[in-house]
């Protein structure tokens, strides 16, 4: 493994050839002190595939539909009785639709914006769309984990705030609320993601082309820390 041309010192690529698939394997690497901070080599103690692994899948399923379900409900409740009442119209309707169509374009671009800050100048991003699923993709780029659960929690959080103080200031509260809760509804993936990150224990977490990997830095006699290991509940 080594630096990545045009990355910066917080930032490490594969030269050549990708780390083993599947859970528990181990590749050696390169001593990446003074590129992340990370002394040791690296093993590969977790990967996670959004697009097949099954398990992870109904993981998402179950949460996005607990967050549908609880914010729906609020909702509901609060129209009963009467807060925030609006005026529902076709163009209201329209509206809601591009709205919500925007929250889930704008959660990609600031998932870039973030890899781009946080890997490098050599950071190349690219964004498109798989099994229903938007992606924005940095593959190759490693990150130490803290890095990467800001990419992975930025548009959750930012797009999110975004789309409460624009409803709030063009007097659309409930269209806002509703365009919140369907917005949140899809980042169970990337809280998946920080949920194995702080499960793992483990020092740099790679982007991939179905997800992501995570690495723990074996001390200098070769062994991997205890904890560094994929303890993600199903």
Same mark, same amino acid.
């Given at each position: 493994?080594? !630096?990545? !041309?045009?990355? +910066? ?24 002190? /003074? ?16 697009? %097949? ?7 998402? /399923? ?44 704008? %959660? !990609? ?50 797009? +999110? ?74």
């Amino acid at each position: 493994m080594s !630096e990545g !041309e045009g990355t +910066s010192p917080r930032s490490v690529r594969f030269a050549a050839g990708a780390p083993p698939h599947g859970r528990g394997e181990c590749r050696p690497g390169a001593d990446v002190k /003074g590129v992340t901070g990370v002394t040791g080599v690296l093993h590969l103690v977790c990967e996670l595939d959004v697009f %097949h692994d099954v398990g992870l899948l109904q993981k998402m /399923g179950v949460w996005s539909g607990a967050i549908l379900v609880a914010g729906i409900a609020a909702i509901a409740f609060a129209a009963a009785l009467g807060i925030a009442p609006e005026p529902l119209s076709w163009a209201w309707f329209a509206g809601l639709v591009a709205a919500t169509a925007a929250s889930f374009a704008i %959660h !990609e671009l600031v998932h870039g914006l973030f890899f781009w800050l946080l890997g490098g100048r050599g950071t190349r991003i690219r964004f498109g769309a798989r099994q229903g699923m938007l992606y924005t993709r940095a593959e190759g780029l490693m990150l130490p984990v803290r890095r990467f659960v800001v990419v992975l929690l930025a548009p959750a959080v930012l797009v +999110s705030a975004a789309t409460v103080a624009v409803g709030w200031a063009a007097g659309l509260p409930l269209a806002a609320a509703i365009v919140f809760v369907l917005h949140l509804s899809g980042c169970v993936g990337d809280f998946a993601f920080v949920q194995a990150i702080f499960e793992s224990d483990a020092d740099l977490a790679e982007d991939t082309e179905t997800g992501m990997r995570l690495y723990a830095a074996a001390y200098a006699d070769g062994v991997v820390p205890a904890a560094a290991a994929c303890r993600m509940r199903r």
